[in-house]
């Protein structure tokens, strides 16, 4: 899919509404940072990247598009940061441990207590934006 084909898909998916305007933008920001390498992206990332006064509630609206499969320009990770140590966590064990309430560090074995407080999201460029930026 070409840039202008994306671009296109959001303004037909979403035509006037802010969502239009930050997934462009977004899309703009992804292309620049492919290829420096940055592919810890926090959502206050995408936040200052976009650049204009918006509602939370849109931005998260627009990245949770950009996360789907229509458009798929973001892949959501998630990371353990305990005793000051970040480590990757999958989404299925992120799923797991909602739903049973228990973490397990996967690097030392451990129950980690309070773990909705320690695990963040970030967001990495899919497959799509390297192939685009080419």
Request: aromatic residues 6%.
């Amino acid at each position: 899919m070409s840039r202008q084909k994306i671009i296109d898909q959001i303004h037909e998916d979403w035509g006037t509404k802010p969502q239009s305007k930050i997934c462009v933008a977004i899309l703009e920001y992804l292309l620049r940072i492919n290829n420096n390498g940055s592919f810890h992206i926090t959502y206050g990332s995408l936040k200052k990247a976009v650049g204009i006064v918006l509602d939370d509630k849109d931005l998260l609206m627009a990245v949770q598009y950009l996360c789907g499969d229509k458009i798929h320009l973001l892949e959501a990770k998630f990371e353990l940061i305990d005793n000051e140590i970040n480590i990757d966590i999958s989404n299925s064990a992120l799923k797991e441990a909602r739903e049973t309430g228990e973490l397990v560090n996967p690097e030392n074995g451990e129950l980690v207590s309070d773990f909705e407080d320690k695990v963040v999201m970030y967001f990495q460029p899919s497959s799509l934006v390297a192939s685009i930026a080419g």
